[in-house]
């Protein structure tokens, strides 16, 4: 078996890719901008010069077992990358294929959720569990679920989307998926933005976040005053944790995971987060599952993790038909 | 391989028992009384000598492939009865390895709505499908998952107790698990009943509902209200189905099953409850999962089915170390 595998992540501004080993040591890395042609194609033909810059600088190009891509909205049944919204190629895109018959090499997509549970599982916090979620707390909230040591595709390709499981069933805030009330809406860095805004615009107190303008308050401010000891800071992370837990409660009566484990910029909150959502995952807790569900940090460095994730799904990746 | 299986279910008041055939066909069942004994051994006992009358009669003595068993909070992993209500064994029991010893055949044992779930993929309305959801819509809410093929158990065997999901975080119903809001407070048998106690004492119109004394009211009096014309006793099951279907759009964006598959004496009420449930869960369901979710009816027939999904189990039952 070849000894490596590539690894590559498609974000809206960048596009990572890097050499992984079988355990796991990101060998080389680099990166393209993934807006600068508007055509599919001509992105293609660069990422491709760009890698094969990199395989032969690491006496690499014969080695390389398969290629994993992360990517938004790809669905690993069937190659396809169904939509886009920041970038403009148009979809269905059948990108697993495309990138297969340009390199010569097998090639597995998933969404990058799923690719963060992969790698976790493969390299990380989650090595050796068959039974854990993967939770992304960036932009938006991101899943990836592993049942009996497998992600969880479901039917269609799209299971996971545990972000979008409605939390505030009345009057809830207008999430980006077109409903009410989701997850997303409340526990993403940009939820928290939100929930920033409507504290102050609800509440009395002072706090340090009423210097900032109100439009472009983020996660980090709200964190930043949070740890410099803002107690309305505070409580917006009370109440992030607070329906963080509830949804984990809910999540455990699904698939009785061994651990749900955090990944993206909002996991990194330390205390202010972890403490208020592990009492509230088990205040809501049914007492079967209680003290029963480990609530970890990924142990990937975020530099490598997009990367990893990707990559280890590559050893799983299989030739298109007549490919070697 | 031998040509049988024996399925045996145990429910609070019978336990019945049956020898299946390969393709779903009980050959012949009978049943004894769970509560006559008080001691657990003179159960199994009984038990043994009634199996051993029925097998000799149908010329099966030696034909037994496995035994699978169905029981309340029977952990698929240990073997064990963690816990029992209304039956006066101590608990946990090592219930598989007694029954396997006794009988010197190989048993695996699951609760009784996985096994529901694994007699419908085996034999019923799930044939041929790898991700599916089984609702058991009894004296309380039951669940069964399955995901690529297999059962959902998790990490300690007690996964899928989906009736117990959190449908109201305020002011919710008390339910048996000890917590307020979830799905089986609202629409299990009992919760019907409740929900046209709330609706009588909360409501002026008049309902055939109000002649009977209302701590008396069952899910069956409401369903033949409403087949009646009665008007609000339909609201009731408008009332049930709209909350089910918001669940079922929240369990889709977990593991998008291919359908969701509905038994027990609720689930027979026909489009009183079918059509308020599909409504619902469509203007629930996020977008990429509209209109993809079936709901079916179980397909096995009621009187053999907790039998057969018991059965199914004993086809991949493993003898004890030592057992032949």
């Given at each position: 078996m070849k000894p490596y595998v590539l690894g590559i992540d498609i974000g809206g501004t960048n596009t990572v890719f890097g050499i992984v080993d079988a355990r796991g040591v990101v060998i080389a890395s680099s990166s393209i901008k993934t807006?600068?042609?508007?055509d599919v194609k001509d992105y293609i033909d660069e990422l491709y010069e760009n890698v094969m810059r990199l395989l032969e600088a690491n006496d690499a190009v014969e080695k390389i077992h398969g290629i994993g891509i992360g990517a938004p909205n790809a669905n690993y049944y069937t190659g396809m990358i169904e939509k886009l919204v920041n970038?403009?190629?148009?979809?269905?895109?059948?990108f697993a294929q495309m990138v297969s018959e340009k390199f010569g090499i097998p090639v597995a997509i998933t969404n990058d959720a799923n690719a963060a549970a992969i790698g976790e599982m493969t390299y990380g916090a989650a090595r050796g569990m068959k039974n854990f979620i993967m939770i992304t707390l960036g932009t938006g909230v991101g899943s990836g679920i592993v049942i009996n040591g497998q992600l969880v595709y479901g039917h269609d390709g799209f299971a996971g989307e545990l972000g979008h499981t409605i939390m505030k069933r009345n009057n809830g805030r207008l999430c980006g998926c077109g409903r009410t009330g989701c997850l997303e809406a409340y526990c993403s860095a940009t939820g928290v933005a939100r929930t920033a805004r409507e504290f102050l615009e609800v509440r009395n107190e002072p706090s340090a976040l009423r210097n900032i303008p109100v439009e472009s308050i983020t996660s980090k401010d709200v964190y930043d005053a949070a740890v410099n000891g803002d107690r309305l800071a505070a409580e917006i992370f009370e109440y992030t944790g607070n329906i963080l837990g509830e949804a984990f409660a809910d999540f455990t009566v699904f698939s009785s995971p061994e651990a749900i484990i955090l990944f993206g910029g909002l996991a990194k909150s330390g205390d202010l987060l972890m403490r208020p959502l592990k009492e509230s995952m088990e205040k809501n807790m049914m007492n079967m599952f209680k003290g029963k569900v480990k609530v970890l940090l990924s142990e990937l460095k975020e530099a490598d993790a997009a990367v990893l994730g990707a990559s280890a799904l590559g050893w799983e990746a299989k030739p298109l038909p007549g490919q070697a």
């Amino acid at each position: 078996m070849k000894p490596y595998v590539l690894g590559i992540d498609i974000g809206g501004t960048n596009t990572v890719f890097g050499i992984v080993d079988a355990r796991g040591v990101v060998i080389a890395s680099s990166s393209i901008k993934t807006l600068k042609h508007a055509d599919v194609k001509d992105y293609i033909d660069e990422l491709y010069e760009n890698v094969m810059r990199l395989l032969e600088a690491n006496d690499a190009v014969e080695k390389i077992h398969g290629i994993g891509i992360g990517a938004p909205n790809a669905n690993y049944y069937t190659g396809m990358i169904e939509k886009l919204v920041n970038i403009p190629w148009p979809t269905p895109l059948p990108f697993a294929q495309m990138v297969s018959e340009k390199f010569g090499i097998p090639v597995a997509i998933t969404n990058d959720a799923n690719a963060a549970a992969i790698g976790e599982m493969t390299y990380g916090a989650a090595r050796g569990m068959k039974n854990f979620i993967m939770i992304t707390l960036g932009t938006g909230v991101g899943s990836g679920i592993v049942i009996n040591g497998q992600l969880v595709y479901g039917h269609d390709g799209f299971a996971g989307e545990l972000g979008h499981t409605i939390m505030k069933r009345n009057n809830g805030r207008l999430c980006g998926c077109g409903r009410t009330g989701c997850l997303e809406a409340y526990c993403s860095a940009t939820g928290v933005a939100r929930t920033a805004r409507e504290f102050l615009e609800v509440r009395n107190e002072p706090s340090a976040l009423r210097n900032i303008p109100v439009e472009s308050i983020t996660s980090k401010d709200v964190y930043d005053a949070a740890v410099n000891g803002d107690r309305l800071a505070a409580e917006i992370f009370e109440y992030t944790g607070n329906i963080l837990g509830e949804a984990f409660a809910d999540f455990t009566v699904f698939s009785s995971p061994e651990a749900i484990i955090l990944f993206g910029g909002l996991a990194k909150s330390g205390d202010l987060l972890m403490r208020p959502l592990k009492e509230s995952m088990e205040k809501n807790m049914m007492n079967m599952f209680k003290g029963k569900v480990k609530v970890l940090l990924s142990e990937l460095k975020e530099a490598d993790a997009a990367v990893l994730g990707a990559s280890a799904l590559g050893w799983e990746a299989k030739p298109l038909p007549g490919q070697a």
